[in-house]
């Protein structure tokens, strides 16, 4: 059974950093793409970031672009979402993602089967 457990979230100043985690388990970790989406109230999920299979390829929305960096570590089985300059618009429910690839360039994760239950970010101003 496929688990997503993200990890990090909590309360920050505007301006301020948080490191989100997620720990991937009962996954061929490294076969997946990797993702992170978020959701604040009223508001549809949209996709932040996703990185390739190996990390060597990374890919953001504009809005957190330069202020946010993807990276995951496949021996522990582990993705990492640093945002830094957080703004009050970043406030959402965090929640990381997984999608299997046969391509190991590809930061793909529309459609990604396996989702974590998430975690609360909230930047107040």
């Known amino acids: 059974q496929v688990q997503l457990v993200e990890s990090g979230g909590g309360l920050v100043q505007a301006g301020g950093s948080l490191r989100l985690s997620c720990a991937a388990s009962?996954?061929?970790?490294?076969?997946?793409?990797m993702g992170w989406f978020r959701q604040a109230p009223g508001k549809e999920r949209e996709f932040v970031g996703s990185?390739?299979?190996?990390?060597?390829?990374?890919n953001y929305v504009d809005s957190v672009t330069g202020r946010f960096t993807i990276s995951r570590d496949n021996a522990k089985s582990s993705v990492y979402l640093q945002m830094n300059s957080l703004k009050p618009e970043d406030t959402a429910v965090y929640y990381c993602?997984?999608?299997?690839?046969?391509?190991?360039?590809?930061?793909?994760?529309?459609?990604?089967?396996?989702w974590g239950q998430g975690t609360q970010v909230t930047v107040s101003s």
């Open positions: 009962g996954l061929s970790f490294s076969s997946a793409a």
């Open positions: 990185i390739s299979r190996t990390g060597g390829r990374t």
């Open positions: 993602a997984a999608r299997y690839s046969d391509d190991v360039h590809s930061t793909r994760v529309v459609g990604a089967r396996y």
